[in-house]
């Protein structure tokens, strides 16, 4: 069974920097994109940026490119998303979602992780 | 970029009635097109992919249709688990610029 766990919430001060994970299992973890996707309070889905850990490529959204870094590690199969420099709008549940293999819609998904900025 | 709309905003439905949610895209996407639910305090679920093709474990009253750049989600008899909100998402281009619609809410009626 595919999974992805993500690390659990956070609560930052604006300026932090954070890095959040999620952990996949039950594939072969260098042969799928990972993605990320921001949902704000109350609103919809947005695509951040995704990566394939097998060679590191990284793809971003234009809205996000410059604002966060998508990483992974592959020995122990997890992707990363980082802030160097919170801001309060960065206030959003996170999802990291696996790309199908043909097909690149988000086929499996993470529990979320929520990122509260406040100071 | 390509820009989805999903139409109505909201759509209230009784239970045991049809539902039929509406996307359109900016510009072809060809049939590159994905369905999700999402629940409350859930994360979204992949329901359709491919603008037709049900994902795994999706009961078959959920059926995708549409090519191009109008699209459709029926779901034929509204049960109570399928109140929440239906996004569409394209995913035609390369390099990705994958991106999603708005959402319909579906509540009950």
Same mark, same amino acid.
Request: some cysteine; hydrophobic content about 30%; overall charge positive.
């Given at each position: 069974?595919?999974?992805?766990?993500?690390?659990?919430?956070?609560?930052?001060?604006?300026?932090?920097?954070?890095?959040?994970?999620?952990?996949?299992?039950?594939?072969?973890?260098?042969?799928?994109?990972?993605?990320?996707?921001?949902?704000?309070?109350?609103?919809?889905?947005?695509?951040?940026?995704?990566?394939?850990?097998?060679?590191?490529?990284?793809?971003y959204?234009?809205?996000?490119?410059?604002?966060?870094?998508i990483?992974?590690?592959?020995?122990?199969?997890?992707?990363y998303l980082?802030?160097?420099?919170?801001?309060?709008?960065?206030?959003?549940?996170?999802?990291?979602a696996?790309?199908?293999g043909?097909?690149?819609?988000?086929?499996?998904?993470?529990q979320?992780?929520?990122v509260?900025?406040?100071? | 970029? $390509?820009v989805?709309?999903?139409?109505?905003?909201?759509?209230?439905?009784?239970?045991?009635?049809?539902?039929?949610?509406?996307?359109?895209?900016?510009q072809?996407v060809?049939?590159?097109?994905?369905?999700?639910?999402?629940?409350?305090?859930?994360?979204p679920r992949l329901? $359709?992919?491919?603008a037709?093709?049900?994902?795994?474990?999706?009961?078959?009253?959920?059926?995708?249709?549409?090519?191009?750049?109008?699209?459709?989600?029926?779901?034929?008899?509204?049960q109570?688990e399928?109140?929440?909100?239906?996004?569409?998402?394209?995913?035609?281009?390369?390099?990705?610029?994958?991106?999603?619609?708005?959402?319909?809410?579906?509540?009950?009626k």
């Amino acid at each position: 069974e595919v999974q992805l766990v993500q690390s659990g919430a956070e609560v930052k001060k604006p300026g932090e920097s954070l890095k959040i994970s999620c952990k996949g299992s039950g594939y072969s973890f260098t042969s799928y994109w990972i993605g990320w996707v921001r949902q704000m309070p109350g609103k919809g889905l947005e695509w951040m940026g995704i990566i394939y850990p097998g060679d590191s490529d990284t793809r971003y959204s234009p809205s996000f490119q410059g604002q966060v870094t998508i990483s992974a590690d592959k020995s122990i199969s997890t992707a990363y998303l980082q802030w160097s420099s919170l801001k309060a709008s960065d206030t959003a549940m996170y999802y990291c979602a696996r790309l199908g293999g043909t097909t690149k819609n988000f086929q499996h998904w993470g529990q979320g992780t929520l990122v509260t900025v406040s100071s | 970029e $390509i820009v989805m709309t999903q139409s109505p905003a909201t759509l209230s439905v009784s239970p045991g009635e049809r539902a039929t949610l509406s996307c359109r895209a900016s510009q072809s996407v060809s049939s590159n097109l994905a369905w999700y639910q999402q629940k409350p305090g859930q994360a979204p679920r992949l329901l $359709i992919y491919g603008a037709s093709t049900r994902a795994t474990g999706i009961p078959a009253r959920f059926s995708g249709s549409g090519s191009g750049t109008e699209f459709t989600l029926t779901i034929s008899s509204l049960q109570s688990e399928d109140f929440a909100v239906y996004y569409c998402q394209q995913y035609n281009n390369w390099p990705p610029l994958f991106t999603f619609g708005p959402g319909t809410k579906v509540d009950i009626k």
